[in-house]
């Protein structure tokens, strides 16, 4: 949003809400973190895992301040006393190795380790009692005017997302 108002970028995406009023903001798609596992670390056996079982975990999570953790964070607040972190990573791959060589539980957006579950080197556990659903949305300077480039280029990311979901059978 800086970057924007600052005039560094004509566009961003963001995940979450923007309250700034001189930026606009246009929902492109909905995504949810999932807890994943190892498909050898004990939990990936049951069918459902617990907050008791989720608090007894070490975890390897996103740095405070991403908006991964914040999401997290707010899903886990008044459910889990305490979360044992073990490390936290700025990069999504340091954080799927070390969840995927490792005893650790990790939290990460769905769209990043689709590939890693499909390939069954990663397990999303199921933890019907986090919610952690987010929106991603591409934003704007409302004084930018009209922008064709912006306009063909929103419409293909749109169509990327629809051809996605009709692949997935949604």
């Not at 807890?35 to 939990?43: D, G, K, L, T």
């Not at 997290?72 to 799927?96: Q, R, S, T």
């Not at 991603?136 to 419409?155: K, M, Q, T, V, Y």
Request: aromatic share 8%; with cysteine; charged share 25%.
């Amino acid at each position: 949003i800086a970057g924007l108002l600052n005039y560094e970028y004509e566009i961003g995406i963001i995940e979450g809400r923007n309250d700034d009023s001189r930026i606009h903001s246009e929902t492109w798609m909905d995504d949810h973190l999932v807890v994943i596992a190892s498909p050898h670390h004990p939990f990936s056996r049951h069918s459902t895992v617990n907050l008791s079982q989720l608090e007894q975990a070490k975890w390897v999570l996103r740095e405070q301040g991403s908006g991964t953790r914040r999401i997290f964070d707010g899903a886990v607040h008044g459910l889990i006393e305490n979360v044992n972190v073990w490390k936290e990573y700025e990069h999504i791959p340091v954080l799927k190795a070390l969840v995927k060589n490792g005893t650790y539980l990790g939290c990460m957006p769905y769209l990043d380790v689709e590939k890693d579950v499909a390939d069954g080197h990663l397990v999303v556990l199921n933890t019907p009692q986090l919610n952690m659903k987010r929106s991603l949305s591409f934003i704007w300077r409302n004084d930018a005017g009209e922008n064709p480039l912006r306009d063909c280029f929103l419409a293909a990311a749109k169509r990327l997302v629809k051809r996605r979901a009709k692949e997935a059978g949604k």
